[in-house]
């Protein structure tokens, strides 16, 4: 048998796993969002979607996800330049990376101790004298939240564009009287673009998606997609709009990959 027949065979593995835990949901989504509650055929769940209601979740959806995806950018290209100038930068990455081995359960559990009323962050604020103040089920928590979550699928993938980015390009710049600014404005940050994309697109796609932080966190202050689908699904038991709005979700996500992908490809030539 040849190497490439034994190649082949390793994949079935893979090919199995694929069918089973990535297609076969993907099918069983589509075909529940045609059916109503009684188990019948309809259109109504897609009419539905368009309905004001879910136009508003939709619009507070994409506009949580960019503000997300906007603060941990403007917080991670910093933290990732500046990693890549320490000199123990591994053992820093390891201390980013460490948080995403702990449960994401246990972690917004923490901060509701921290934001609550007898919490840490409310001591601090009293000791400077501003007073407690209500941190918990707000905007700011649940964006706080969030961003502390994706914060490392932002910093790693801009580290590593700023890791290959050959320092003799920056030198150059310099030699030729470039200023610090101009020179990361015109040779820096367009030649690390491709890890910017890519630390949004991994951060943007799946806060379009959250539910539970909106739920514990923001006390469902902040209504998403993410949150419509838990509830059809667990609350009024309407699979079939719940299945609807996970199909709409992953148009857009399908959608967001492709602009974004194709821009990384453009953007790394």
């Avoid at 059916?35 to 619009?59: E, F, Q, R």
């Avoid at 934001?115 to 840490?120: K, P, R």
Wanted: charged share 10%; aromatic share 16%; proline share 4%.
């Amino acid at each position: 048998m040849t190497e490439r027949a034994w190649r082949n065979w390793y994949l079935i593995p893979y090919g199995i796993w694929l069918v089973l835990f990535v297609v076969a949901p993907i099918v069983f989504l589509v075909y529940e969002s045609f059916l109503d509650l009684d188990g019948h055929w309809t259109l109504s769940n897609y009419k539905s979607v368009w309905t004001p209601i879910y136009l508003k979740m939709m619009a507070y959806s994409f506009w949580y996800a960019f503000l997300i995806t906007l603060v941990s950018l403007l917080i991670g290209y910093p933290t990732a330049y500046w990693l890549t100038k320490t000199r123990h930068k591994q053992l820093w990455l390891l201390l980013l990376i460490l948080p995403m081995w702990v449960n994401l359960l246990l972690k917004v559990y923490a901060f509701l101790g921290l934001f609550g009323t007898y919490g840490l962050a409310n001591a601090l604020l009293k000791a400077l004298g501003v007073g407690p103040r209500q941190l918990l089920f707000t905007d700011f928590s649940f964006v706080f939240v969030s961003v502390y979550i994706f914060i490392p699928f932002m910093v790693l993938p801009i580290f590593n564009a700023l890791e290959e980015l050959p320092p003799s390009l920056v030198d150059a710049a310099r030699d030729l009287g470039a200023s610090a600014w101009t020179t990361f404005r015109r040779v820096v940050f367009p030649l690390t673009l491709g890890g910017v994309k890519a630390g949004c697109q991994a951060v943007f796609i799946p806060a379009l998606s959250l539910f539970m932080i909106t739920r514990l966190v923001a006390g469902n202050r902040v209504i998403t997609l993410g949150t419509a689908i838990e509830q059809h699904f667990l609350v009024t038991q309407n699979w079939g709009m719940g299945a609807t709005i996970a199909v709409v979700l992953m148009i857009a996500m399908a959608v967001i990959v492709i602009l974004t992908g194709s821009g990384r490809k453009e953007g790394s030539r």
